[in-house]
């Protein structure tokens, strides 16, 4: 995503929240949630140094310098009443802010912390010398936030760190839960709101400091609670229900939904405050779980606006429906997230964001409080950075729920889902966190990659047989070598989810506890057609329109019927193809613990099938084109084998490390730092290899990454003499 040019207008969709005589930025009518803060931000061009650090005196003049840089109490992370994040008043005031974290910085021995971590430090620094009593607040917050997260790193690695590393911190008093939720703060504002504005998260908890204040006064007077999900931020898919006393609503993305504060908490919300998680905000989507209308981008809502890939912003497609939680686990804005599936919501964002992605088994995880698409094949599941904490928030969330929609599965959906199945099922998913996982195992190959017309991808898929062969298992073609898809009829014609989503949608507008009151405040949301009569009145946003809801709304559902009927045939066609005529006939015949594929392989047989899949960080593509896109390996089980998925993707994990952190906007930021090298005359072998990778389309991610380094440390060494001479 390119920086926007001077003068350009920007919406802060975390900045401001108000309920008195506001308007909606977008249609002009009043509302009662989040409201965007227009204003203009001038980051354009370069954001670094200019003209080495002597500088720094003329820009800011020596009395502004010196102000800056005298002590000062670091203040605590501010949210407003409404959850927001509050935006200084003034200039002065958002120089005081940063004067405060720039004297924090200067107490810091930075030799004693490994060079990346510093180097990001001194470049952070770096764009104080930017920066005059007449930048605006914008800027300020933002070079504030940079050297916030930069000196924030030395502490923890978010990026890195899993959740047993923030525990046993947490145990050992290095770091405290509410010095960590102001780690996330900071790391939202950042990269949610500045810079490469995400738009991930869209809304926040106002409760979540006083909760992590409680969990660190719990753990005080007994250490052994840090441990498992207690006192860990989790971000939410804004489909999923959370109490109305926690401020948040649940809107789906829809304008329709904009004032849907629920009465009570979904099923996934209870368990994560049973187990002691901090819920600390939630995430954009695709509107309505990607079901409102076709041919929208994948992470658009007409509520939030667009999300954004941290990979390449802008650039690479970040998925859906769970966009914001891919794109925000992928920034690590929280320790994990929280998506729900219906078709690929969960695996498609994970892989699309380089996370690890588990969508279980449909009925182990309660879908009760989370607004509808098809409950024949709808779940909530985690997406993490790794396998374990995946395992860690799987447990917590499990469990027999009465209210639930009752679900069958087995091969001829025989076996009923209910308390009695479920509970000897109840698993701590973390024991199976074994590194000869793979050992024994045999796995299917479900598809392969075109060798011809996808050389770089055919290359990653026999990386990852090696890998595979080499931690144990053994793995099988199918009987014509060319994977065992081509062995399975086609899929059947369906309109399942159509039907599905007409009954159940229109349940849940309608038996709400509280009215759900759409964006003008005043219109009552109580069926699917009060959405799209709504929606039509505020055409002008409706970006995309409304095709799929307007189709879904004429189906008569009523059991009888001509509709029902033909729901009642295809959601058979669908069972049988997906598992009797499918995964089990593969995984029967072949005598198969698993089926295996490349970026999504087995997502809709296994989606219509209701059986599990995990997707894992496997490499990043080098095609011309590609933009260093991930790659993942997929591997789909039969009903309820989470714990066998969990092993051997754990197993797999392990052996490889393949997951790389994001550049945030990496190709943008090598053009910055390229710019900052010449004007400073920092040249040869770091400014060569980065002028290359940012030339190249062949560079992979790691090499991009690897090349920024290099120059970041060539051209802080620069600086930080120029610093000293001063």
Sequence with gaps: MSSPAAGDIREDPLRHRTCK???????????????????????????????????????????????????????????????????????????????????????????????????????????????????????????????????????????????????????????SYEKLLQMYFSRIDLYNTHTVQLNAVSSLNPNALKLAAAADAAVKADPSKAAGMFGIPVLIKDNIGTDDADGMPTTAGSIALANNFVADDSYVAAQLKKSGAIILGKTNLSEFANFITRGMKNGYSTLNGQVLNPYLPGVLDVSGSSSGSGSAGAAALSAITIGTETSGSILSPSMRNSLVGLKPTVGLVSRSGIIPLAHSQDTAGPMGRNVADVASLLTAIQGYDASDIPINMGVDNEIVVDESYLAPRMEDYTAYLKKDGLKGKVLGVYSIPNQETQPDLYKAFTEVIKTLQAQGASIVYGANGAGMSSELPAAPASKVLYYDFKQDIEHYLSSQKNPIVASDKQTIIKSLQDVIDYNKKNLSVLKYGQ???????????????????????????????????????????????????????????A?????????????????????????????????????????????FEQATHARIAPGMAVKTRLKQLLDDAAANGVSGDAYDAAAAAYSSNFATQKEVDEAGNALYLKLYQSWWAGFLHI
């Design 21 to 175: 005589g506001s308007k909606n930025a977008l249609t002009s009518q009043s509302i009662c949630t989040k409201i965007p803060r227009v204003s203009i931000h001038y980051i354009g061009g370069r954001i670094g140094m200019r003209k080495r650090t002597r500088n720094y005196r003329r820009l800011l003049g020596i009395p502004t310098l010196a102000a800056m840089l005298l002590g000062g109490v670091l203040p605590a992370y501010a949210l407003n009443d409404n959850g927001m994040f509050e935006e200084a008043a003034t200039t002065t005031a958002a120089l005081n802010r940063l004067k405060a974290v720039v004297e924090e910085s200067k107490k810091l021995q930075l030799n004693d912390y490994p060079a990346e971590y510093a180097a990001q430090v001194k470049h952070a620094l770096s764009k104080v010398s930017n920066l005059t009593p007449n930048s605006p607040v914008f800027n300020i917050d933002q070079t504030r936030l940079q050297l916030r997260v930069a000196i924030d790193t030395l502490t923890i690695d978010l990026q890195k760190a899993t959740i047993s590393d923030i525990q046993a911190m947490v145990k050992s008093g290095k770091l």
């Design 547 to 605: 095709s799929i809801l307007e189709e879904s709304v004429a189906y008569d559902m009523t059991p009888g019927s001509a509709d029902y009927a033909s729901y009642e045939k295809d959601r058979a066609a669908d069972i049988a193809y997906s598992r009797k005529n499918g995964i089990n006939y593969l995984l029967d015949k072949y005598k198969l613990d698993a089926l295996i594929g490349l970026n999504g392989a087995t997502t809709g047989i």
């Design 607 to 651: 989606a219509k099938a209701g059986y599990p899949s995990i997707t894992l960080p496997a490499s990043y593509r080098t095609a011309e084109g590609s933009n260093g896109e991930p790659v993942n390996l997929q591997i789909t089980g039969d009903a309820f084998t989470e714990e066998q998925l969990i092993q051997m993707g754990y197993a």
